[in-house]
Structure formats: C-alpha cells, structure tokens
C-alpha cells in the first residue's frame, strides 16, 4: 500500500502495477493475492487517503468545542496538507481526471466526495447558521479552492489562511459568531 500510495499520488493512477510491485519489492502473486487487481489497489488507494484526509480534520478539531471554531480548523488541516512535501493536489481530483469513466476510480472519488459534503453539512447545522446547506455548499467551494490553487500556484500555507478568513466571512454572512 505505501507504494501504492506513493507512486498514485505521485505519478498518477496510469502508474503501472509493474512499478508498484517493484517499489513494494514483492511478487507479482503477493499483489495479485491481495487485490484483484489495479481498480482494487487503485479503490484501496483512495480509501486509505479517504481515511487519513478525515484521520487529520479530525485531528485538528480534537480539542475545539465551538462549532464554527471547529469548521475554522478545517482549515487548519488543509494548511497542513498543502505544506506536506510532495504536495500534488487533491488526490480524488486527479483520479477522477484520470478516471475515464472508470467505475472502480469514479465510485471512490465519489465515496470521498459524498463524505465531504455530509462532514461540512454536519459541521455548518451544529452552528445555528440561517441556511446551513448554503454555508456547507460555501465550505466545500473554499476548501477546493484552497487546495486548487496551492497545487497550480505552487504556493504554501498562505492559501489555507486566506480560505480561513473566507470560511470566517462565510459564518459571519450565516450569522454565526466566530471569535476574530
């Protein structure tokens, strides 16, 4: 899976197997014995960066107890993962660029996707907002847009403090306090 990872998020999802099973330095059966094949390892890919995406928000709201405070650490965590060396964007984007109408790639991309939209549908309907769906549709839109813009402007940190003060003006405009 750590080659798996590594190469994917890298190189993209046309990485070959070939090169996977050289990376992990195991036998074509050990791969084959484990996932069916490339849509399987691909899919196990997207589940294992689906989980550690939610494994840090998570994180990152651990000790935050004010709703609208939780959402802000949101973007906290995207300032973490745009700093992380080897950043290439967002991981379910590019396979779903890459996907070609492939099922196996597009249900997973959708999987993280539908997840997204419930975690902030969640988080905005805890605060109290006026309309907490538009709030959640306005936290998605920043939170892809932070992370679009810091893979093609090659940019650091920066961008996630930006997308947080628009997170913070988006929950002012839903009249939810936020405390700066």
Same mark, same amino acid.
């Given at each position: 899976?750590?080659?798996?990872?590594?190469?994917?998020?890298?190189?993209?999802?046309?990485?070959?197997?070939?090169?996977?099973?050289?990376?992990?330095?195991?036998?074509?059966?050990?791969?084959?014995?484990?996932?069916?094949?490339?849509?399987?390892?691909?899919?196990?890919?997207?589940?294992?960066?689906?989980?550690?995406?939610?494994?840090?928000?998570?994180?990152?709201?651990?000790?935050?107890?004010?709703?609208?405070?939780?959402?802000?650490?949101?973007?906290?965590?995207?300032?973490?993962?745009?700093?992380?060396?080897?950043?290439?964007?967002?991981?379910?984007?590019?396979?779903?660029?890459?996907?070609?109408?492939?099922?196996?790639?597009?249900?997973? *991309?959708?999987?993280?996707?539908?997840?997204? &939209?419930?975690?902030? =549908?969640?988080?905005?309907? +805890? #605060?109290? /907002?006026?309309?907490?769906?538009?709030?959640?549709?306005?936290?998605?839109?920043?939170?892809?847009?932070?992370?679009?813009?810091?893979?093609?402007?090659?940019?650091?940190?920066?961008? *996630?403090?930006?997308?947080?003060?628009?997170? &913070?003006?988006?929950? =002012?405009?839903?009249?939810? +306090? #936020?405390? /700066?």
């Amino acid at each position: 899976m750590a080659a798996s990872d590594e190469l994917f998020y890298r190189d993209g999802l046309h990485a070959g197997v070939e090169k996977v099973i050289e990376k992990a330095g195991v036998a074509k059966g050990s791969l084959y014995y484990n996932f069916s094949g490339k849509d399987d390892l691909i899919t196990a890919y997207l589940d294992a960066r689906h989980d550690a995406w939610f494994a840090r928000v998570t994180a990152s709201m651990k000790d935050v107890d004010d709703p609208a405070e939780r959402i802000l650490a949101v973007f906290d965590a995207i300032g973490d993962y745009i700093g992380v060396r080897g950043f290439r964007g967002s991981e379910f984007v590019n396979a779903a660029a890459e996907a070609r109408d492939n099922d196996a790639v597009m249900k997973a *991309a959708k999987k993280f996707r539908k997840s997204l &939209r419930q975690f902030f =549908n969640d988080l905005a309907a +805890q #605060t109290g /907002a006026n309309d907490p769906v538009a709030l959640a549709d306005q936290l998605i839109i920043l939170h892809d847009g932070a992370i679009a813009t810091a893979q093609m402007d090659k940019t650091s940190r920066s961008v *996630a403090v930006t997308a947080k003060q628009m997170a &913070r003006l988006a929950l =002012n405009a839903a009249g939810v +306090q #936020t405390s /700066a």
